[in-house]
């Protein structure tokens, strides 16, 4: 017996003596009241730290980048805002109707506005019997998630709209759009969350609902002047590769912190976040190939968030060749969304955060009702049925789908009707970086 678990058998003896001396209804309460581990609670506060790397710096960079030179500094303020809002509308009343209290299925209630009753002593359950973490640490990492999916959602409208119109955008579509979805798949009493959908990290709740809203307000908004006649490359590839691999940094927080806990679900949605991303990001560039093209760093890059996206589902809830076979599927679907379907269609969503987002996140929705099957290395149980799995998936992607479409559509009308939506034509020739924020990225 080594020494740690000699250690441990004696304080635990010890600590069973001392808890069997006590009256009945204190051992009742000891046993009511959990104390967080510390580990699992420093895993979580580095996961949510990694979660905000995702967004500042890395998608701030990552959409950047694909903007023309113009349009740098106000893709990363609205990013920058965005998170900033969101953080505050959470802490005031997104986290408490997303996770408070008693649920109708759709919504909780209001207990937990402004955070009321949270201390430092209050805890949060884990996906394990007996574990916790600090509530402020939960809040915390959720928090993050929120920040992302509004900030995601801004990948189809950049170069076009009204700062102003983002913060009011932003506040409507995170009250009527995110607080519900969150709480239907992820809080005890939700309609999604009860019916066993699974979504480990946010397939759901953050690509399938961003990547809709970004169709949605795209549509709504117009296309850019001279979309798509004119040239409109990235003006720094070399930003967008370093805002990837924040992103892919940053998503272990996402998917392996979504654990809740440092433990094996955790190590499973790592590895499974590596090979699912690397798959994917090589099938993009394998699909540029049979089509006649350079494999390209763009292609690369679009590939590691396609792969990301697919596997944030299925991150804890499938087994990794079942990932690789994810990532490769997304990506390789994704890409001809992005270059058959998009222009074909001719809507303008300048980033592709639908032809990503949004597909790759119905790709890992869906999918993970598969590879979560034990025969294909999936962790599910021995009588765990694909078939039954897959109707509760699919109903949980369209009702996010119906209801991200319908609530976008209500937030950017009413942005609309406050600020206008769009900049003049003058602001656009010239900019939104000068038009709207009086600033340049590039000075000569």
């Known amino acids: 017996m080594s020494f740690s678990k000699k250690f441990c058998g004696v304080a635990g003896a010890g600590a069973l003596s001392l808890f069997a ?8 309460a000891a046993a009511a009241a959990p104390t967080p581990d510390k580990g699992d609670t420093a895993w979580m506060m ?20 694909l903007v023309r030179t113009k349009n740098m500094l106000s893709v990363m303020t609205q990013i920058g805002a965005a998170t900033c809002f969101a953080m505050l509308i959470w802490v005031i009343y997104g986290y408490s109707l997303a996770f408070a209290g008693p649920s109708n299925g759709f919504i909780s209630d209001l207990s937990k506005v ?8 209050s805890t949060a359950a884990t996906f394990t019997d007996g574990v916790v973490i600090p509530e402020y640490v939960f809040v915390c990492f959720q928090m993050t998630f929120a920040a992302i999916t509004v900030s995601l959602v801004l990948g189809s ?13 932003a506040l409507i579509w995170l009250t009527i759009v995110y607080f519900p979805i969150a709480h239907m798949v992820w809080a005890a009493g939700g309609l ?8 480990f990290a946010g397939g759901t709740v953050v690509h399938i609902n961003a990547g809709v809203s970004a169709l949605v307000a795209c549509l709504i908004l117009g296309k850019r002047i001279g979309y798509p006649k004119e040239p409109m490359p990235p003006h720094s590839l070399t930003l967008t590769a370093v805002g990837t691999g924040l992103l892919w940094v940053g998503w272990f927080g996402f998917n392996a912190g979504s654990a809740l806990e440092a433990n094996g679900s955790a190590a499973l949605a790592m590895i499974n976040t590596f090979v699912a991303t690397a798959s994917a990001g090589l099938f993009w560039m394998l699909a540029e190939r049979v089509n006649g093209h350079k494999g390209s760093a763009l292609g690369f890059c679009s590939g590691i968030i396609a792969g990301l996206v697919a596997v944030t589902p299925a991150a ?3 087994g990794p060749f079942g990932a690789i076979v994810l990532g490769a599927a997304a990506s390789v679907i994704c890409f001809y969304t992005v270059t058959v379907l998009k222009p074909k269609l001719g809507y303008d969503d300048s980033l592709d955060a639908f032809g990503i987002h949004g597909v790759g996140g119905m790709i890992g929705a869906i999918g993970t009702g598969i590879v979560y099957s034990p025969s294909l290395g999936g962790p599910g149980g021995a009588d765990f049925s694909i078939g039954g799995q897959l109707v509760t998936q699919i109903l949980a992607t369209v009702t996010t789908i119906v209801w991200a479409a319908i609530g976008t559509a209500i937030a950017i009308y009413i942005a609309k009707a406050v600020t206008g939506l769009r900049v003049s034509q003058e602001v ?3 900019g939104l970086d000068l038009g709207e924020h009086g600033e340049r990225a590039y000075n000569p």
């Open 46 to 65: 580095m996961s949510t730290i990694l979660v905000l790397a995702m967004i500042l710096p890395g998608l701030a960079l990552f959409y950047g980048g």
């Open 428 to 430: 656009e020739y010239e």
């Open 21 to 28: 001396a006590l009256p009945a209804w204190a051992q009742e």
């Open 192 to 199: 999604f969350f009860e019916m066993g959908a699974l979504d």
């Open 114 to 121: 402004f955070l009321a009753g949270i201390t430092p002593d």
């Open 316 to 318: 804890g809830n499938s």
């Open 157 to 169: 409208v950049v170069e076009r709209i009204k700062f102003s119109a983002v913060m009011v955008f």
